[in-house]
């Protein structure tokens, strides 16, 4: 069934404003949301902020990222895929997702940016 | 001295986000944020969401506040004045605070719509 699911996700009007705070606070899940700006991705290809991280680790991540409205995590055949609630979130709190992912966009590049100078480059 | 100040205070450019969306993501301390957005009040003055909390909370809730570069906490004669530090956040994340403020606004006015309605008005 296209768009069924296996897990729980709030309604949009059920969406928590301290719950999205949350869940986007954490350097590793505001990276993977990050990653889902584009479009969505399966969760195989989703990674934590600094690499690889244990299986439960990546799991726990991404339930709060679910179960606080911030992404979709549905079933595609054998995969699963992520998806950024975009428009659940714009609808819920205007402008709030947009300048999270823009000062997470800067800090990352600023991160770049500063490893860049210890390599002398 | 004017502006000084016993407690620590991030500068502006040490103001980490996930630090700040964690900050913001508790009720009690947003609605203390809420509170100083139409100016500077002395620590009595500002109260947790759900009304009295027990000192130690709310100096628990303050630290997390002023730690994250939400709030200063400064000494004015006897008194303590906690200030929004809505320039310094302007600059590090264009549009965060008004975007978390007014869906906290819309989300306090919601919740005293729904008291409302419970009363049958």
């Not at 301290?18 to 590793?28: H, I, K, N, R, T």
Request: glycine share 10%; hydrophobic share 40%.
């Amino acid at each position: 069934m296209v768009g069924g699911t296996d897990l729980q996700h709030p309604a949009r009007d059920e969406i928590d404003l301290g719950d999205v705070l949350f869940a986007l606070s954490a350097p590793d899940r505001l990276s993977i949301v990050l990653q889902l700006q584009q479009g969505p991705l399966t969760a195989a290809r989703c990674t934590a902020d600094g690499g690889p991280v244990p299986k439960s680790t990546k799991s726990h991540m991404l339930k709060v990222l679910r179960e606080s409205g911030v992404i979709r995590n549905e079933p595609r055949g054998r995969n699963r895929v992520l998806t950024l609630r975009r428009v659940d979130l714009d609808a819920r709190f205007p402008g709030l997702l947009d300048a999270v992912l823009g000062a997470g966009a800067a800090a990352a590049t600023s991160a770049v940016g500063r490893s860049g100078a210890n390599l002398d480059r």
